[in-house]
């Protein structure tokens, strides 16, 4: 997807959105390749089902996916910026890119009520929440995941976004991924007891 300019075109668009809504963007640029990779091979795309991608912004993570070998048809990739939706939408024809709210799958995904993901890659920030929002939240997000399925989130945060719940879900991360800007880790979460396994 990535010849140099179009990279630098990229890392312009990221940049000017962060300025306008920098809450809503939690980063000033993309995600590196490297760090993309970790996430994709965190989650748990080898489970049966489709793929949700969330605040897929332009398309660094959709890109890992693809580079893993999993078909374009089996992503939904959810993104708010109508700009970037339009981007990513040209960029791959063949993802089901929807331009609408990823913390509401209810309206978001309308119609789909009975579907169950494989895995939920999340990249909304979602730190600037209450922890019990946060909480309520991945509630919500496993609801719509297959059991063993996984949910991993890009975080710059040192601690996990959401914590650990007794009895609920578990919480792990990959070591850090220094060539990130800045050094970021996946946090990975999963059901407890429902026999789900990290991949990272
Ligand atoms: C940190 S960027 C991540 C972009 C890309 N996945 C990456 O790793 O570089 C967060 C993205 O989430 C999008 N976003 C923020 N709030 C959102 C929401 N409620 N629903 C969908 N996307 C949202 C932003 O527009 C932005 O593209």
Redesign the pocket.
């Known amino acids: 997807m990535h010849g140099q300019s179009e990279a630098k075109g990229d890392w312009a668009k990221f940049l000017g959105?962060w300025l306008k809504?920098p809450g809503?963007?939690?980063?000033i640029a993309?995600?590196s390749r490297s760090y993309?990779d970790a996430m994709v091979r965190a989650a748990t795309t080898h489970l049966d089902g489709p793929i949700l991608e969330?605040?897929?912004?332009?398309g660094?993570?959709t890109q890992a996916l693809l580079r893993a070998g999993i078909a374009p048809e089996r992503i939904t990739s959810?993104?708010?910026?109508r700009e970037?939706a339009r981007e990513l939408k040209a960029r791959f024809p063949n993802v089901n890119v929807i331009q609408?709210?990823?913390?509401d799958l209810t309206e978001t995904l309308k119609g789909r009520e009975e579907e169950r993901f494989a895995a939920i890659l999340l990249?909304?920030?979602i730190i600037r929440f209450k922890p019990d929002e946060r909480r309520r939240l991945l509630e919500r997000y496993f609801e719509r995941i297959v059991p063993a399925g996984n949910l991993t989130q890009?975080s710059y945060s040192l601690t996990p976004p959401v914590k650990p719940e007794l009895g609920a879900y578990a919480v792990s991360s990959t070591p850090v991924v220094w060539a990130n800007l800045p050094p970021a880790r996946v946090w990975i979460y999963n059901r407890v007891g429902d026999g789900a396994r990290s991949r990272g």
């Open positions: 959105t809504h809503a963007m939690g980063a993309a995600s993309c969330l605040g897929a912004g332009l660094v993570v959810i993104e708010y910026d970037f609408g709210d990823g913390l990249a909304i920030p890009l």
